[in-house]
C-alpha cells in the first residue's frame, strides 16, 4: 500500500474567505473524495491542532493500493476541482508517498 500525505498553510483571506473557512472548505472537498475516488481506500484529513514554525495548517493522509494508483487519485476530474482551489489559496504544500 501507498500513503499520500500531504500538508499546506494557506493564505488568510485568499477567495474572500478567511483562514478558518479554507481549511473547513478544504477539508470538506478533500473528505468527500472518499467516496467518489475508486482508488482512495482510506484518506485522512484535519487541521493541525498544535502551530510553530515547523507546523502546517492542514494535512491529508490518502491511502491507495499502489503507486499505479496515484496518478488515477491524482487526475479524478473530482480531485482535479479540489487542487484547482488549494493552488488559489494556499502558502506553501509539502508531499511525501511512502510505502506501507
Known amino acids: 500500500m501507498i500513503r499520500h500525505i500531504v500538508m499546506w498553510n494557506f493564505k488568510d483571506g485568499a477567495e474572500g474567505m478567511t483562514k478558518a473557512e ?3 472548505k478544504v477539508s470538506r472537498d478533500l473528505s468527500a473524495l472518499k467516496s467518489v475516488v475508486p ?3 482510506d484518506l485522512e484529513v484535519g487541521r493541525s491542532v498544535t502551530s510553530g514554525d515547523m ?5 491529508l493522509i490518502v491511502t491507495v493500493d499502489s503507486l499505479d494508483d496515484l496518478p488515477l487519485y491524482a487526475n479524478h476530474p473530482e480531485h482535479l476541482k479540489v487542487r484547482e482551489f488549494i ?4 502558502l506553501e504544500r509539502v508531499t511525501a508517498d511512502i510505502e506501507v
Open 39 to 41: 482508488v482512495v481506500r
Open 55 to 59: 507546523h502546517y495548517d492542514m494535512a
Open 22 to 24: 479554507i481549511i473547513e
Open 87 to 90: 493552488g488559489k489559496v494556499r
